[in-house]
């Protein structure tokens, strides 16, 4: 740390990847070192080789839940952990005396400005040492980590504390970049920078894609923080304008999952691709339920009296494109009156998920609650991920959505398609077999009366 309270960074050259090294931090020469820690790199980039437990949670904080959201996590033994924003609350910390707000500005209407306030960062770095002195954290940024200040600043504390390999990935910019892991090339957006398709990032997100080689890394994962699809009455649509900028790029290039946070809960979606089931979408999943300082959301849009107005959930970045849905059962309506069709499972539970990819076909992903009692069996909601690449060719430029027509609401894997694919398939053979039968037997009675 330096008396500036920036951080000091020291890339490390020369390592290798699937290795474990140990080192100590401090000045030698001063016999003021650290202890001993150790840490694995990634294992290199193919089809055959994956991270051993890719640890997914967001909105952490550092609250009573946090610490139970953190020892469960440890406990899990990851081997990467995806910090998808809002990370340590400090941006409010003071104002609200380490209390939260669960609307800012509704409670504090004259801050001009939100706090960056220093040692609450650096709490949050030492309660978090233990876990990342010995295991990756990749973040990407949060609306909490925005932090204006004076003179048109902002993420001086998230740039300042965290390195991201942005020119190894070509991005050249900290708040968006990617990388390999094993067979998984992780992609992480920046949703309160440019992201709209005359934009550097969309640039660079094209160019990513179009380099990654799905036969070195099959699995091709993504996050960012607010969700696109989100049932709950908190920021719903709020960032409906990155999804219409970006989505259709990602579909086109098969992505698998979808990581956000920023809700303050659990939820899964079936595959979807533009508010309608798609056995070639992504799995959405929102895991903004890490420990947070303001609170849990509980309401869902759907719930009588819950949809929020179009004036709410206004982005702190970007535009805003709330919009009546097309088609469905919520035609023409802005709000769903059950849970969408697109909403697979929603909990308003504190936690954080594990996802273990086995091989390029299968990932199971599983979401632990913090209030159960924990072990091996502690699930609130596990589900295999299954990639199927033959049913969804990757045509680069054709958008064309490949719906699941004979989807239903539980049609939530390519898999469970596939396999309602093959039953229609067997209806209409048995079809076709009984329609020869009846001619059969005709033509015999015929050719008996003759
Ligand atoms: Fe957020």
Redesign the pocket.
Known sequence: MTADNGCRQYPIEGLKLGKRYYYKCGDSSLKALSKEHTFETFPSSSPNMYPRRIAVVG?LGLTGNTTTTIDHLSQNNPSIFLMV??LSYANQYLTTGGKGAPCFSCAFPDAPIRETYQPRWDGWGRFMEPLTSKIPMMVIE???EIEPQVGGMSFKSYLARFAVPSEECGSNSSFYYSFNAGGVHFIMLGAYVDYNQSGAQYAWLKADLHQVDRQVTPWLVAAW??PWYNSYSSHYQEFECMRQEMEALLYQHGVDIVFS??VHAYERMNRVFNYTLDRCGPVYITVGDGGNIEQIDIDHADDPGKCPSKSANIPEFGGVCHLNFSSGPAKGKFCWEQQPEWSAFRESSFGHGILEVINSTYALWTWHRNQDIYGENSSGDQIYIVRQPELCLMNIGDVTPRTCSYSSPQCSSSNQCASQGVQYIYLFSLLIIGSLCVILGELWKTMFFW
């Open positions: 909105d924003g809002d949060g609306n909490h923080h607010p946070g920023h």
